[in-house]
């Protein structure tokens, strides 16, 4: 399991173990989780031909480092750093959930350093508010752990129960406070709204059709903001990369082939 210095963190991360002909693809997770909520994508076939890279991000997992003010502009700093230790260039980027936030931020910062941009589940792109309470359920969560369970399988209701989903829930229930305390403002304050649409590169959004949290008008707006294909997987809730992590594979797979390949057939409707 390697690990690589990057700014005022060591962090932890997993890859596909292929030096894909077709170039990168850095996967950023969400918010209670860890780079292991990638590991179906990263064995999936349809990856391959890219060096899948996915990393724990600040505050989670086996990632360590001090605390930040954990703000989507502070996350995307760190997801920069991490790639610039590697020495990616011009990687393809995919985030989940508070990841997509953190992908989509980046490539704001840096639009010249993203070959394409996919997000799932994405964050509200005009703010989300907070509901009273938004911070002692969270505060409940950390301390709880059959609070923390019953949440999660809210968010993820077909993962059967079993080594793997066990794994992902112990991962995930030891993200510091600090990190699930600030992530309740930081998607609050982040609202990077039509400012999206001057990201330059090929952009895919993909939410679930069930999914509790990121509803399909929420899909429709972050796409529209994108100017992006879009994508309603039906079925599947907010877990959509471990629920159904082949689909989104195939999804993913086509569209960034694309790119790879401009000169081929140029853009499909990646529900082919």
Known sequence: MPF??????????IENGTQG?????VFVHGNWATSSWWEPVLAS??????????????????????????????????????IDALGIEVPHLVGHSLGSAIVMQFALDHPAKVRSL???APAWVDGMPNPPG?????RKLKDDGA?????????????PIGGFWIRLLMEGHEQRWEAARANVDALANWRPGKL???IPCPKLVIGGEQ??????????????ALGALRVLMPGVDHGLIIEQSEKLATYMAKFIITINHPKGEGKRDVTE
Request: glycine fraction near 10%.
């Open 147 to 159: 609070a923390f369970y019953e949440a999660m399988s809210w968010l993820c209701p077909t993962m």
């Open 21 to 25: 002909g077709l170039g990168t693809i």
């Open 118 to 120: 996919t997000v799932a």
């Open 45 to 82: 076939p349809l990856t391959k031909p890219w060096h899948g890279i996915a990393y724990d991000v600040r505050g989670r997992g086996r990632t360590t480092g001090p605390d930040s003010d954990y703000s989507i502009p502070s996350l995307a700093g760190d997801l920069g750093s991490f």
């Open 211 to 224: 999914d509790p949290l990121v509803n399909a008008m929420i899909v429709e707006k972050a796409a529209a």
């Open 134 to 138: 938004a911070v002692e359920r969270q």
């Open 196 to 198: 999206l649409g001057d």
């Open 4 to 13: 690589i210095n990057s700014g005022d963190l060591n962090v932890h991360y």
